[in-house]
């Protein structure tokens, strides 16, 4: 068990200063770090890191931050691998906290902001959230809607999205005559 420890401590170079370190011993720190963090990102939550709140993403950067000074010897690896994981427990304890606590919930991770109701830009609320029309009407494009008569309503979500629900207008009827009668014809406006 010695001889293990012995090779472990040479190979990644543990108890070195960052400096002292060779590039083959940054590159094991390299490896055994990701290997770490791999394990300890699996073990969150799936959403973590996909359509994250900033909640979430604090928690990536925080862990870049701890695994790097891992790897370039900054900080014992030892101690690091443990920070890692310590940020993980608290996420997860914070994530279940907020499940269970609605306020809680708001508190960390934010909460929606309604933009947009039955066509009409709430613009107080669009200069709290730092948007311009042009913003919004981007986002509406990119959702196929031009006109904001489309929008039932559209919400700033906690992850900085904006959600868009159409309005439900029935089509309007336009009646076409035509030399022999009348034709019916159904055309959806808005």
């Not at 969150?44 to 900033?54: E, Q």
């Not at 991770?109 to 200069?127: C, Q, S, T, Y």
């Not at 919004?136 to 979500?157: K, T």
């Amino acid at each position: 068990m010695d001889d293990l420890w012995r090779v472990l401590r040479l190979a990644l170079g543990l108890g070195l200063e960052g400096k002292e370190l060779t590039a083959v011993q940054m590159a094991l720190r390299a490896a055994v770090v990701y290997a770490a963090m791999v394990v300890v990102v699996r073990l969150g939550k799936k959403r973590f890191m996909s359509k994250a709140t900033a909640f979430d993403v604090i928690l990536g950067i925080m862990l870049g931050s701890v695994a790097s000074r891992g790897i370039t010897g900054n900080a014992p690896l030892g101690p690091v691998l443990a920070a890692a994981c310590i940020l993980l427990a608290m996420h997860w304890v914070f994530s279940a906290l907020a499940v269970r606590w609605h306020l809680f919930g708001e508190a960390v991770k934010g909460h929606p902001v309604v933009l947009v109701r039955e066509g009409r830009v709430d613009e107080r609320a669009m200069r709290a959230a730092h948007l311009t029309g042009h913003d919004l009407q981007e986002d509406l494009r990119r959702r196929g809607l031009a006109h904001l008569e489309q929008v039932a309503e559209a919400r700033l979500e906690r992850s900085g999205d904006i959600s868009v629900v159409r309005t439900e207008k029935p089509p309007r009827v336009v009646e076409v005559r035509v030399a022999d009668g009348v034709q019916t014809v159904r055309i959806e406006l808005g």
